[in-house]
Every structure is written in C-alpha cells, then in structure tokens.
C-alpha cells in the first residue's frame, strides 16, 4: 500500500504523505518512493510544479519514522542517511518547482524535506523545528546545510542548538517560509502559488531554480559563469520568442515548454 497520495490539478501535482496515525513519518518506504515520483515528474515535461502535504491537521511531517529506527542496525542508519540526503537533493534538482504546504509540524526530517524544496508556505498552526539534539542525534537529512543557507548560520545555529519550535510568524520573519495561509487553507493557497509559477515559461523556471540551487556555494565569477550557462539554452527555444512577441502584441504569453 502506498504512503503517498497523488493528485493531478492540471499542470500541478499534490502529493500528500498518508500516515495520518503516525502523523506522517518518514519511513525508508515512503522516502524510496519519494525518489520514483520524483524521478517520474523531472522526465515528464506536463509537471511544472509539485505541493508537498501530510495528511490531516496536525502533522506535515513528524521526521524520521523513530519506531523503524529502533530496529536498525547502525549500518542501516547510516544507509538510511545516504537515502534521505540522495532523496532530498533529488527533489532539490528536479526541474518542477516544489512547494511545501505546512498544514502542522514538521520536525526533524519533516523540516528537512521542506527545507529541501524551493518554497515554504504554511499554516498559522504549523510549527516547525530540528528536535535531533534532544534525541541523541544531529539532523541527517541536510538541516545542518539548508537552514543556514536559507535563515542564516546564527539563527540556524540557534534552532538547531536548542531544538526549539518555530510557530509560523516566527518561520515568516525568519524566512524560513515564504508566506502564511488562511487557517486550513494551506493547500489551497500552496497550490494557487504553484500554479502562478506554473504560468511561466517551463524551461525558464526550471534553469533559473538551477542556478540559484546551483550556484550558492560557488564564487562570484563561477556563479555568473553558471547562469549565463543556464540562460543559454533559452535563446534556442520557441518560448523566449513568444514572449518578445506576447510583449509586442499586448497580450499575456502562452509557454508550451519549448
Ligand atoms: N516516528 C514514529 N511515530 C511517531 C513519530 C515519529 N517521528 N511521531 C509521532 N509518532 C506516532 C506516536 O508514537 C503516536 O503513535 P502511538 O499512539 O502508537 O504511540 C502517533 O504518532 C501520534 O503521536 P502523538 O504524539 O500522540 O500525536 P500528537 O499530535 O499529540 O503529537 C508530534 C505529534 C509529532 C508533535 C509528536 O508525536 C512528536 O513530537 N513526535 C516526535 C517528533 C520528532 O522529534 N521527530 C524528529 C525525529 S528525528
């Protein structure tokens, strides 16, 4: 049975994590699946963007699933990191954008998957926070390198110190999301996100998500080689003209992904 729930809106895909009773922890399962739905969406071209959700109100995403964790061996566990960070970084360099819509926690690898995606936006319930210090651990799903990449080393350093919830205003002004819904709307406004995105020119969205992604390591002179990499191939594609002309003709621009 799986533990994921796809649903098409058109070019958007909503993909729920199903384990309501467990509130939505990661299992190696559920994260191998992850994997094939991304795989599945990066080749298809009718996918331009994907909300992440967990099913029922109070979890996104409770982390590592800690009761398939106590029967693992240490090599399991070190198995298991290898196939949370190749997960997430797939995600991370998938072409559709991937939203996280927080309809309630997201601890621990919960907080790392969204972290792993391009936007965050979450419910005025949701509360966000990397616990592992307090079990023993550190965060091993890349939480040690995206959260201070995305709020900064000091605050993340905080954050992941203490192991301390964010409530969403906080996440807000941080930015460590992106935006706050309606209470119970997360989806919903996720989604109208997604699909605002999703009006642009697929190829243009996905080599600029590259080389934001790509480039934030890199030195000043390697990160503008890199984008002007990732702008090249735009200038052979039907799309960059449509827009030119789109813009002449004073009407909005129709992109078909070529
Ligand atoms: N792994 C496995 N099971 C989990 C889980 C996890 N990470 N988080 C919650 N569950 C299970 C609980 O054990 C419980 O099952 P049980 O009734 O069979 O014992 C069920 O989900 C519901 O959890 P409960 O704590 O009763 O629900 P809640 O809504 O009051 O609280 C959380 C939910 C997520 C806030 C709380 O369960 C929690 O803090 N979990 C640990 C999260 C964490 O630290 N994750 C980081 C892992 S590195």
Redesign the pocket.
């Known amino acids: 049975m799986s533990d994921w729930r796809i649903d098409s809106r058109g070019v958007v895909e909503v993909w729920t994590i199903d384990r309501e009773?467990?509130?939505n922890?990661?299992t190696r399962a559920l994260v191998e699946e992850l994997e094939r739905h991304v795989a599945r969406v990066d080749a298809a071209c009718n996918v331009r963007a994907v909300v992440l959700t967990g099913a029922g109100e109070?979890?996104f995403c409770?982390?590592?699933?800690?009761?398939?964790?106590e029967g693992m061996s240490r090599d399991d566990v070190r198995a298991w990191l290898v196939l949370l960070h190749r997960a997430f970084r797939s995600l991370e360099r998938a072409a559709p954008v991937f939203l996280a819509a927080l309809n309630?926690?997201a601890?621990?690898?919960?907080l790392e998957l969204a972290l792993a995606c391009d936007l965050r936006v979450a419910d005025p319930g949701a509360?966000m926070?990397l616990?592992?210090v307090?079990?023993g651990?550190i965060?091993?799903g890349g939480g040690t390198q995206r959260l201070p990449r995305t709020i900064g080393a000091a605050r993340a350093k905080e954050l992941i110190l203490t192991g301390r919830r964010v409530l969403a205003a906080e996440a807000l002004a941080t930015g460590l999301c992106n935006r706050i819904s309606a209470p119970g709307h997360v989806v919903a406004e996720t989604v109208e996100l997604a699909q605002e995105i999703a009006q642009n020119a697929p190829l243009a969205v996905a080599q600029a998500k590259a080389a934001i992604v790509e480039g934030q390591e890199l030195s000043w002179e390697a990160a503008a080689a890199l984008e002007r990499e990732k702008y090249d191939p735009l200038l052979d594609t039907q799309d960059r003209l449509e827009g030119l002309q789109a813009f002449r003709e004073k009407r909005p621009p129709v992109y078909r992904g070529e």
């Open positions: 009773p467990r509130r922890a990661l109070k979890a409770a982390g590592a699933d800690l009761k398939e964790r309630g926690v601890f621990g690898g919960g509360a926070a616990t592992e307090k079990l651990i965060p091993g």
